[in-house]
Protein backbone atom coordinates (compact mmCIF):
# COMPACT_ATOMS: atom_id res chain seq x y z
CA UNK A 1 0.00 0.00 0.00
CA UNK A 2 0.99 3.08 -0.68
CA UNK A 3 0.53 5.82 1.74
CA UNK A 4 -0.53 3.65 0.88
CA UNK A 5 1.25 2.91 3.82
CA UNK A 6 2.63 5.89 3.25
CA UNK A 7 -0.12 6.96 1.18
CA UNK A 8 -2.43 6.62 3.43
CA UNK A 9 -1.86 9.84 2.86
CA UNK A 10 -2.80 10.02 -1.22
CA UNK A 11 -5.55 12.85 -1.21
CA UNK A 12 -8.51 13.14 -3.31
CA UNK A 13 -8.35 15.05 -6.40
CA UNK A 14 -8.49 18.60 -6.55
CA UNK A 15 -11.25 19.87 -8.69
CA UNK A 16 -11.16 21.21 -12.10
CA UNK A 17 -10.23 25.04 -11.16
CA UNK A 18 -13.15 25.59 -14.65
CA UNK A 19 -14.93 22.89 -15.45
CA UNK A 20 -15.46 24.98 -18.94
CA UNK A 21 -12.47 25.11 -19.66
CA UNK A 22 -11.77 25.66 -23.74
CA UNK A 23 -8.89 23.05 -24.78
CA UNK A 24 -6.72 25.05 -26.46
CA UNK A 25 -3.36 23.57 -28.11
CA UNK A 26 -1.05 23.83 -24.62
CA UNK A 27 -3.67 21.24 -23.30
CA UNK A 28 -1.96 17.65 -22.89
CA UNK A 29 -3.66 14.94 -24.10
CA UNK A 30 -4.57 11.53 -21.94
CA UNK A 31 -2.45 9.26 -23.68
CA UNK A 32 0.81 11.13 -23.63
CA UNK A 33 0.87 11.53 -20.04
CA UNK A 34 -0.41 7.96 -18.87
CA UNK A 35 2.96 6.92 -21.75
CA UNK A 36 5.57 9.46 -20.23
CA UNK A 37 4.30 8.09 -16.37
CA UNK A 38 4.88 4.39 -17.73
CA UNK A 39 8.05 5.28 -19.23
CA UNK A 40 9.05 6.68 -16.39
CA UNK A 41 8.47 4.35 -13.39
CA UNK A 42 9.71 1.72 -15.89
CA UNK A 43 13.23 3.51 -16.10
CA UNK A 44 13.22 3.88 -12.51
CA UNK A 45 12.88 0.15 -12.05
CA UNK A 46 15.67 -0.43 -14.90
CA UNK A 47 17.93 1.50 -13.46
CA UNK A 48 17.73 0.52 -9.92
CA UNK A 49 16.79 -3.26 -10.73
CA UNK A 50 20.71 -2.69 -12.95
CA UNK A 51 22.09 -1.00 -9.66
CA UNK A 52 21.20 -4.05 -7.76
CA UNK A 53 21.88 -6.82 -10.28
CA UNK A 54 25.70 -5.03 -10.09
CA UNK A 55 25.98 -4.88 -6.58
CA UNK A 56 24.69 -8.62 -6.02
CA UNK A 57 23.17 -8.27 -2.71
CA UNK A 58 19.69 -7.23 -2.09
CA UNK A 59 18.93 -5.33 0.73
CA UNK A 60 18.94 -7.12 3.72
CA UNK A 61 15.59 -8.28 4.69
CA UNK A 62 13.67 -7.11 1.99
CA UNK A 63 10.73 -9.06 1.95
CA UNK A 64 10.25 -8.28 6.06
CA UNK A 65 10.85 -4.45 4.37
CA UNK A 66 8.55 -4.96 1.83
CA UNK A 67 5.82 -6.02 4.23
CA UNK A 68 6.69 -2.55 6.72
CA UNK A 69 6.06 -0.97 3.74
CA UNK A 70 2.53 -2.15 3.64
CA UNK A 71 1.69 -1.46 7.15
CA UNK A 72 0.73 2.16 7.73
CA UNK A 73 1.83 1.92 11.19
CA UNK A 74 5.16 -0.05 11.61
CA UNK A 75 7.87 0.99 13.17
CA UNK A 76 10.20 1.95 9.66
CA UNK A 77 10.54 5.58 9.38
CA UNK A 78 10.45 6.86 5.53
CA UNK A 79 9.90 9.86 3.05
CA UNK A 80 7.46 8.94 0.38
CA UNK A 81 7.15 10.90 -2.86
CA UNK A 82 4.06 10.14 -4.78
CA UNK A 83 3.31 11.10 -7.44
CA UNK A 84 -0.48 11.09 -9.01
CA UNK A 85 -1.32 11.83 -12.94
CA UNK A 86 -5.46 12.29 -13.21
CA UNK A 87 -6.74 12.46 -16.59
CA UNK A 88 -9.86 11.80 -18.59
CA UNK A 89 -13.59 12.36 -17.34
CA UNK A 90 -13.61 15.80 -16.50
CA UNK A 91 -10.66 16.69 -17.28
CA UNK A 92 -11.38 15.82 -20.76
CA UNK A 93 -8.09 16.39 -22.81
CA UNK A 94 -6.19 17.88 -19.39
CA UNK A 95 -4.31 16.41 -16.66
CA UNK A 96 -4.11 17.44 -12.98
CA UNK A 97 -0.58 16.71 -10.82
CA UNK A 98 -0.46 16.50 -7.21
CA UNK A 99 2.81 15.35 -5.92
CA UNK A 100 2.38 14.21 -2.26
CA UNK A 101 5.48 14.31 -0.25
CA UNK A 102 4.40 12.42 3.02
CA UNK A 103 7.45 11.60 5.66
CA UNK A 104 6.66 8.91 8.01
CA UNK A 105 8.30 9.28 11.87
CA UNK A 106 7.34 6.61 14.33
CA UNK A 107 8.19 7.68 17.93
CA UNK A 108 8.56 5.50 20.78
CA UNK A 109 6.31 6.86 23.64
CA UNK A 110 4.75 5.01 26.91
CA UNK A 111 5.91 1.80 27.41
CA UNK A 112 4.40 -0.31 24.70
CA UNK A 113 3.45 1.80 22.47
CA UNK A 114 4.89 4.19 19.65
CA UNK A 115 3.29 7.02 18.04
CA UNK A 116 2.81 7.22 14.04
CA UNK A 117 3.11 10.79 12.93
CA UNK A 118 3.08 10.73 8.91
CA UNK A 119 3.21 14.28 7.41
CA UNK A 120 1.24 14.46 3.77
CA UNK A 121 2.12 18.04 1.83
CA UNK A 122 0.73 17.76 -1.43
CA UNK A 123 2.01 20.17 -4.55
CA UNK A 124 -0.42 20.52 -6.99
CA UNK A 125 -0.86 21.39 -10.57
CA UNK A 126 -4.64 21.98 -11.93
CA UNK A 127 -6.21 23.15 -15.24
CA UNK A 128 -7.57 26.45 -15.86
CA UNK A 129 -9.17 28.42 -17.91
CA UNK A 130 -7.24 29.43 -21.57
CA UNK A 131 -5.21 26.74 -21.65
CA UNK A 132 -3.39 27.96 -18.23
CA UNK A 133 -2.61 26.18 -14.96
CA UNK A 134 -2.75 26.78 -11.53
CA UNK A 135 0.36 25.62 -9.37
CA UNK A 136 1.00 25.62 -5.61
CA UNK A 137 1.05 23.30 -2.23
CA UNK A 138 -2.52 22.21 -0.87
CA UNK A 139 -3.84 21.61 2.54
CA UNK A 140 -1.42 20.31 4.75
CA UNK A 141 -2.17 17.32 6.54
CA UNK A 142 -0.80 15.55 10.21
CA UNK A 143 -2.32 12.29 10.75
CA UNK A 144 -1.19 10.84 14.38
CA UNK A 145 -1.43 7.28 15.08
CA UNK A 146 -1.23 5.49 18.56
CA UNK A 147 0.13 1.66 17.82
CA UNK A 148 1.01 -1.40 20.16
CA UNK A 149 4.61 -1.65 19.97
CA UNK A 150 4.39 -5.08 19.95
CA UNK A 151 1.17 -6.22 18.25
CA UNK A 152 -0.64 -8.71 18.07
CA UNK A 153 -2.19 -10.66 15.09
CA UNK A 154 -4.64 -7.62 14.66
CA UNK A 155 -2.16 -4.40 14.29
CA UNK A 156 -4.21 -1.32 14.77
CA UNK A 157 -3.54 2.24 15.12
CA UNK A 158 -5.49 5.24 15.91
CA UNK A 159 -6.10 8.81 16.55
CA UNK A 160 -6.61 12.36 15.32
CA UNK A 161 -6.39 13.72 11.94
CA UNK A 162 -5.73 17.47 11.55
CA UNK A 163 -5.86 19.55 8.57
CA UNK A 164 -4.50 22.90 8.01
CA UNK A 165 -5.49 25.92 5.80
CA UNK A 166 -1.80 26.46 4.19
CA UNK A 167 -2.52 26.35 0.52
CA UNK A 168 -0.28 29.39 -1.16
CA UNK A 169 -3.33 29.30 -4.02
CA UNK A 170 -6.89 29.90 -3.27
CA UNK A 171 -8.02 27.37 -5.85
CA UNK A 172 -6.34 25.24 -3.87
CA UNK A 173 -7.63 25.58 -0.29
CA UNK A 174 -10.47 24.80 2.28
CA UNK A 175 -9.62 27.65 3.82
CA UNK A 176 -10.79 26.17 7.13
CA UNK A 177 -9.03 24.21 9.90
CA UNK A 178 -10.21 20.64 10.01
CA UNK A 179 -9.76 17.37 12.26
CA UNK A 180 -11.19 14.01 12.65
CA UNK A 181 -10.69 10.56 14.19
CA UNK A 182 -8.75 8.09 12.45
CA UNK A 183 -8.12 4.61 12.15
CA UNK A 184 -6.07 1.75 10.88
CA UNK A 185 -6.66 -2.20 11.46
CA UNK A 186 -4.73 -4.72 9.73
CA UNK A 187 -3.19 -8.73 9.44
CA UNK A 188 -0.34 -9.84 7.66
CA UNK A 189 -0.67 -13.52 7.56
CA UNK A 190 1.86 -15.29 5.59
CA UNK A 191 2.71 -13.58 2.14
CA UNK A 192 0.09 -11.69 2.59
CA UNK A 193 -1.07 -7.50 4.22
CA UNK A 194 -4.55 -6.98 4.61
CA UNK A 195 -6.54 -4.25 5.95
CA UNK A 196 -8.13 -0.76 5.74
CA UNK A 197 -7.89 2.57 7.03
CA UNK A 198 -10.76 5.05 8.03
CA UNK A 199 -10.88 9.01 8.91
CA UNK A 200 -13.77 11.53 9.25
CA UNK A 201 -12.74 15.42 8.73
CA UNK A 202 -14.96 18.24 10.40
CA UNK A 203 -14.00 21.90 10.40
CA UNK A 204 -13.75 23.03 13.74
CA UNK A 205 -12.39 26.94 12.72
CA UNK A 206 -12.24 29.20 9.37
CA UNK A 207 -13.48 32.45 8.02
CA UNK A 208 -16.81 33.53 7.77
CA UNK A 209 -18.74 32.24 4.90
CA UNK A 210 -16.12 29.40 3.78
CA UNK A 211 -17.52 26.22 2.65
CA UNK A 212 -17.22 23.77 5.92
CA UNK A 213 -15.36 20.67 5.78
CA UNK A 214 -17.09 17.16 5.76
CA UNK A 215 -15.09 14.86 4.39
CA UNK A 216 -14.65 11.12 4.54
CA UNK A 217 -11.83 8.82 3.55
CA UNK A 218 -11.92 4.74 3.25
CA UNK A 219 -8.71 3.47 1.92
CA UNK A 220 -9.08 -0.65 2.27
CA UNK A 221 -5.58 -2.25 0.75
CA UNK A 222 -4.21 -5.76 0.39
CA UNK A 223 -0.69 -6.74 -0.99
CA UNK A 224 0.68 -10.09 -1.85
CA UNK A 225 4.36 -10.46 -1.70
CA UNK A 226 6.27 -12.84 -3.45
CA UNK A 227 9.19 -12.60 -2.00
CA UNK A 228 13.06 -10.38 -2.73
CA UNK A 229 10.90 -6.97 -2.56
CA UNK A 230 8.60 -7.81 -5.11
CA UNK A 231 4.61 -7.16 -4.66
CA UNK A 232 1.67 -6.76 -6.01
CA UNK A 233 -0.80 -4.47 -4.35
CA UNK A 234 -3.98 -2.98 -4.59
CA UNK A 235 -4.95 0.44 -2.42
CA UNK A 236 -8.24 2.32 -3.75
CA UNK A 237 -8.56 5.95 -2.34
CA UNK A 238 -12.36 5.93 -1.63
CA UNK A 239 -13.69 9.94 -0.45
CA UNK A 240 -16.92 11.28 0.03
CA UNK A 241 -16.96 15.31 0.20
CA UNK A 242 -20.32 15.40 2.28
CA UNK A 243 -20.05 19.20 1.71
CA UNK A 244 -20.69 19.39 -1.85
CA UNK A 245 -24.61 19.26 -2.89
CA UNK A 246 -24.66 16.38 -5.54
CA UNK A 247 -21.83 14.22 -6.80
CA UNK A 248 -20.21 13.39 -3.69
CA UNK A 249 -18.28 9.85 -3.41
CA UNK A 250 -15.44 9.42 -5.46
CA UNK A 251 -14.70 5.60 -5.81
CA UNK A 252 -11.49 4.14 -7.71
CA UNK A 253 -10.61 0.21 -8.33
CA UNK A 254 -7.52 -0.69 -9.48
CA UNK A 255 -3.76 -1.86 -8.75
CA UNK A 256 -0.32 -2.55 -9.27
CA UNK A 257 3.44 -3.76 -8.13
CA UNK A 258 6.06 -2.69 -6.04
CA UNK A 259 9.40 -3.63 -5.52
CA UNK A 260 11.94 -2.85 -2.27
CA UNK A 261 15.88 -2.48 -3.25
CA UNK A 262 18.61 -0.72 -2.90
CA UNK A 263 20.38 2.46 -4.16
CA UNK A 264 23.32 2.18 -3.00
CA UNK A 265 23.53 1.34 0.44
CA UNK A 266 19.98 3.23 1.24
CA UNK A 267 17.05 0.79 1.10
CA UNK A 268 14.21 2.40 -1.78
CA UNK A 269 10.65 1.08 -2.29
CA UNK A 270 9.74 1.50 -6.08
CA UNK A 271 5.80 1.44 -6.74
CA UNK A 272 3.39 1.90 -9.83
CA UNK A 273 -0.36 1.69 -9.35
CA UNK A 274 -2.95 2.54 -11.90
CA UNK A 275 -6.95 3.06 -11.09
CA UNK A 276 -10.12 3.60 -12.65
CA UNK A 277 -12.92 6.25 -11.01
CA UNK A 278 -15.95 4.02 -11.38
CA UNK A 279 -17.75 7.03 -9.43
CA UNK A 280 -16.87 10.28 -9.24
CA UNK A 281 -17.93 13.62 -9.84
CA UNK A 282 -18.49 15.42 -13.31
CA UNK A 283 -15.27 17.19 -13.10
CA UNK A 284 -12.79 15.08 -11.77
CA UNK A 285 -10.36 13.37 -13.48
CA UNK A 286 -11.46 9.37 -14.75
CA UNK A 287 -8.07 7.75 -14.63
CA UNK A 288 -4.76 7.99 -12.14
CA UNK A 289 -1.67 6.87 -12.91
CA UNK A 290 0.22 6.60 -9.34
CA UNK A 291 4.40 6.31 -9.39
CA UNK A 292 5.95 6.37 -5.82
CA UNK A 293 9.14 6.68 -4.22
CA UNK A 294 10.02 6.17 -0.77
CA UNK A 295 13.26 6.23 0.78
CA UNK A 296 13.28 4.06 3.90
CA UNK A 297 15.29 4.26 6.99
CA UNK A 298 15.13 0.71 9.04
CA UNK A 299 15.38 0.98 12.47
CA UNK A 300 18.95 -1.13 13.28
CA UNK A 301 18.23 -4.92 14.98
CA UNK A 302 18.84 -5.53 17.92
CA UNK A 303 21.26 -8.20 19.02
Known amino acids: MHMDPNAVASRPPVRNANPHADNGPVVRRDPWLILVALAGVAGMFGIVSNTARAQEQPPAGASNLSKKTQNPVSDLTSIPFQFNF ?43 DSGRR ?19 HVIWGVGPVLSFPTATNSLLTTGDFAAGPGLVVLMMPGAWVVGGLVNQLWT ?16 PFINYNFGQGWAISSS ?16 PWGLGIQKVTAIGTRPVLLALQYYNNVIAPSNAGRNQARMQVNLLYPAAEKR
Open 204 to 219: YAGPAGSSEVNAFTLQ
Open 236 to 251: PLITANFSAPAHQWTV
Open 134 to 152: VSGIGDIQEQLYITPSKPG
Open 86 to 128: YSGGGLQKQTQLVLNVQPVVPIKTVTGFNLVARTVIPFVSIPA
